[in-house]
C-alpha cells in the first residue's frame, strides 16, 4: 500500500510555543490531505481537510488560528499548532489520498505533550 | 445523529477462531464507501477492508471479510482463524458521496479486540 509518513512522531512542548507537524506521501501525489485528532481510548476526529494549494476547510469547532494547516506541495502537509496550551495534547494523525484512488492511506500519527 | 455505530466496545475471541465485530451506518447518499481500519497500541492505522455501495459482492481481503447488507445499513468485519497480531482497536468509517466531493471519512467509536491464546 501506499506510504504516509509524519514528523515528529512524539514531541514534548512547554505551554505557549508552537509546533509543527508535517505529513507526507512518499510514494504517491496527494491531492487532497486530512487531520484528525484523537484522546485516548476514543475515535478519531476530522479536524480538518487540506487540498494542494488552496485554503483547508476546517471542521466545526475547530479553530483556524490555532491549528495552521498548509498544504504546499502534492506530497506535503504541515500542521502548526499555535500557543499550544495543554488541553491541546492528544494524538495527531495525518492522511492522504491520491485523486484517483477511494483509500485514503494514514501516517503513523505524532503524539503532542502540552506541558 | 451518530452516522457510524460500533455497538461493541470491547470483544474477546480464542486464537484461531472467527470473530465478528459489528458497524452499522446511516446516510441518505446512495454513492458511499465503508472502511474498516486496524488501529493496533502503536497508533498507525492500517487499512483492511473497502466496499462500495454499488458493489455487487461483499469484499474480501485475505482472512478480512465484509459483511456488507445493505437493506439494513450495515457492514460487519468478520476476521477468520484470530491470530494474536490481531489484538487493537478496529474502527468502521464512512465516505459519503463520489471521491470528489471532499471524500472526508466519518469514524465509529471503535471496538477493542482482545485474542486469547
Known amino acids: 500500500g501506499a506510504v504516509v509518513s509524519q514528523h515528529p512522531s512524539r514531541v514534548i512542548c512547554k505551554s505557549g510555543t508552537s509546533v509543527k507537524i508535517e505529513c507526507r506521501s512518499l510514494?504517491?501525489?496527494?491531492?487532497?490531505m486530512f487531520w484528525y485528532r484523537q484522546f485516548p481510548k476514543q475515535s478519531l476526529m476530522l479536524m480538518a481537510t487540506?487540498?494542494?494549494?488552496?485554503?483547508?476547510?476546517?471542521e466545526q469547532g475547530v479553530e483556524k488560528d490555532k491549528f495552521l494547516i498548509n498544504h504546499a506541495s502534492l506530497t506535503l502537509s504541515t500542521l502548526t499548532v499555535t500557543s499550544a496550551h495543554p488541553e491541546d495534547s492528544s494524538f495527531y494523525i495525518c492522511?492522504?489520498?491520491?485523486?484517483?484512488?477511494?483509500?485514503?492511506?494514514f501516517g503513523p500519527g505524532t503524539r503532542l505533550t502540552v506541558l | 445523529a451518530q452516522k457510524i455505530t460500533q455497538t461493541q466496545p470491547g470483544m474477546f475471541v480464542q486464537e484461531k477462531e472467527a470473530v465478528t465485530l459489528d458497524c452499522t451506518y446511516d446516510?441518505?447518499?446512495?454513492?458511499?464507501?465503508l472502511f474498516w481500519y486496524k488501529q493496533p497500541s502503536s497508533g498507525e492505522m492500517i487499512f483492511l477492508i473497502y466496499?462500495?455501495?454499488?458493489?455487487?459482492q461483499n469484499a474480501t481481503e485475505g482472512r478480512y471479510s465484509l459483511n456488507f447488507q445493505k437493506a439494513r445499513k450495515s457492514a460487519n468485519l468478520v476476521i477468520s482463524a484470530s491470530q494474536l497480531g490481531d489484538s487493537a482497536m478496529y474502527f468502521c468509517?464512512?465516505?459519503?458521496?463520489?471521491?470528489?466531493?471532499?471524500?472526508?471519512?466519518?469514524f465509529g467509536q471503535g471496538t477493542e479486540l482482545s485474542v486469547k491464546p
Open positions: 446516510t441518505s447518499d446512495p454513492s458511499y464507501g
Open positions: 466496499q462500495g455501495s454499488y458493489d455487487q
Open positions: 492522511s492522504a489520498r491520491s485523486g484517483l484512488g477511494n483509500t485514503q492511506y
Open positions: 487540506s487540498n494542494e494549494g488552496s485554503k483547508a476547510t476546517y
Open positions: 510514494d504517491f501525489q496527494a491531492t487532497t
Open positions: 468509517a464512512m465516505r459519503e458521496g463520489f471521491y470528489n466531493q471532499g471524500g472526508k471519512l466519518i
